[in-house]
């Protein structure tokens, strides 16, 4: 088995998290594609705007509109006894010991994301545990990544050749959906009965499902 990790707030999640999943899934042939909600972020101490159970609801309707269901919601990062900090590397642990030998894991992650890795924990153990897929999403300023900044990266970390080869790149994406302008526009839109064609990156079922909890509403 090919597996994809996805992690992230999903604040919400929206079609440029789905469309990240399948072409990850479609260009590294992954069997399955975890998505997976943190319920606390150590790099985000701001924390979401939606609870953990209203994220991880949504991810499963998000699931629910997966291409031959190949994603899957996981509570793998739920909160934990005091809520402290989820660390990737704690989670690739605990998920590898769960899967055979032979399984390969994949970190599906954003580009801006990846380039913190000196400041997550472990980031050596990180690259050991799986193979790293950095994601490149379109920005509604028509900017993109920039594969130097990622090559300087890996000279910061004094990465050895091996490491470098379990990092790919993966740019073929046009959903510049932001999930940061979503909930701003769903603010706005809160007192609208008919959704603004910006709210187009949301399924019918997840802005169903924010409208029946009040989400994002302020």
């Not at 990737?88 to 032979?102: C, F, G, H, I, P």
């Not at 990180?126 to 594969?147: M, Q, Y």
């Not at 993966?170 to 979503?182: K, N």
């Not at 997840?206 to 302020?218: F, G």
């Amino acid at each position: 088995m090919r597996i994809g990790y996805f992690g992230g707030s999903f604040d919400p999640p929206h079609s440029g998290h789905l469309a990240v999943a399948h072409t990850a899934a479609a260009a590294f042939q992954l069997d399955t594609v975890l998505l997976v909600p943190t319920s606390h972020q150590p790099l985000k101490p701001e924390g979401p705007a939606a609870a953990y159970a209203d994220r991880l609801a949504m991810v499963e309707l998000l699931c629910a509109e997966s291409e031959g269901r190949r994603c899957i919601a996981s509570a793998l990062e739920a909160p934990l006894p005091g809520n402290p900090p989820h660390y990737t590397v704690d989670t690739l642990e605990q998920l590898r010991s769960t899967l055979a030998a032979a399984d390969q894991l994949f970190v599906i992650a954003g580009a801006d994301a990846f380039l913190q890795l000196p400041a997550w924990r472990a980031p050596h153990r990180l690259l050991a545990l799986a193979e790293w897929i950095v994601v490149s999403r379109p920005r509604r300023d028509g900017s993109g990544f920039d594969p130097a900044r990622l090559r300087a990266l890996m000279e910061t970390l004094a990465l050895a050749p091996a490491e470098r080869e379990r990092i790919h790149l993966l740019t073929a994406l046009d959903d510049p959906t932001s999930a940061t302008a979503l909930r701003r526009q769903l603010a706005a839109a809160a007192s609208s009965a008919t959704p603004p064609a910006e709210l187009a990156g949301l399924p019918e079922s997840i802005l169903t499902y924010i409208r029946a909890h009040h989400l994002y509403s302020q």
